[in-house]
């Protein structure tokens, strides 16, 4: 199952940040970070290799577990 765009919301809130603020340290729009979060769009493998690095975990935790239920 592909828990992607819960886990992009799930990241921003545990770090504390705006939609607006996630996208700034991620040099993306805030519209795209919303439409990632809403599965209007999938985000590309840089995206995916940014936000990796950004909470430390691999990109296949980040797209296959449900972050919410693990210890970060």
């Known amino acids: ?3 992607l765009s819960k886990n992009i919301k799930y990241i ?17 729009s805030r519209s ?3 439409s990632y979060e809403d ?3 999938s985000p590309p493998i840089d ?3 940014n936000l ?8 296949d935790i980040l797209i ?4 919410d239920t693990l210890e970060l």
Do not use: T, W
Not at 15 to 26: N, T
Not at 52 to 59: D, E, F, T
Not at 64 to 67: H, I, N, P, R, S
């Open 1 to 3: 199952m592909n828990y």
């Open 12 to 28: 921003r809130v545990l770090k504390g940040v705006s939609q607006e603020q996630l996208a700034e340290d991620l040099k993306v």
């Open 32 to 34: 795209r970070i919303s």
């Open 39 to 41: 599965k209007r769009a």
């Open 47 to 49: 995206f995916l290799i």
């Open 52 to 59: 990796s690095a950004y909470i430390n975990i691999s990109m």
């Open 64 to 67: 296959k577990k449900k972050l």
